[in-house]
């Protein structure tokens, strides 16, 4: 294999993490919506999820570029 395939393979690979990430974070904000009654618990977790998939993805870029 060419590194460019490499290239294209890795590439394929941290998008199917991202999707992961975003998904499991859309059903960590539907369980909030659905679950916490108290409206500032509810955007408390809710930035925390959106600060951790943020974090996830942001992992998954650094490896993809070699950073770290």
């Known amino acids: 294999m060419?590194?460019?395939s490499y290239w294209g393979l890795a590439w394929q690979f941290?998008?199917?993490h991202v999707l992961i990430i975003l998904v499991v974070g859309a059903i960590?904000?539907?369980i909030i919506h659905?679950?916490?009654?108290?409206?500032?618990l509810a955007i408390l977790?809710?930035?925390?999820?959106?600060?951790l998939c943020i974090a996830a993805i942001l992992e998954r870029l650094y490896?993809?570029?070699?950073?770290?």
Do not use: H, Q
């Not at 659905?34 to 500032?40: A, G, I, P, T």
């Not at 490896?63 to 770290?68: I, K, Y």
């Open 2 to 4: 060419s590194p460019s």
């Open 14 to 16: 941290t998008l199917i």
């Open 28 to 30: 960590l904000f539907w």
């Open 34 to 40: 659905k679950f916490v009654w108290d409206l500032r």
């Open 45 to 51: 977790l809710k930035i925390l999820v959106v600060l």
């Open 63 to 68: 490896l993809l570029f070699g950073v770290g």
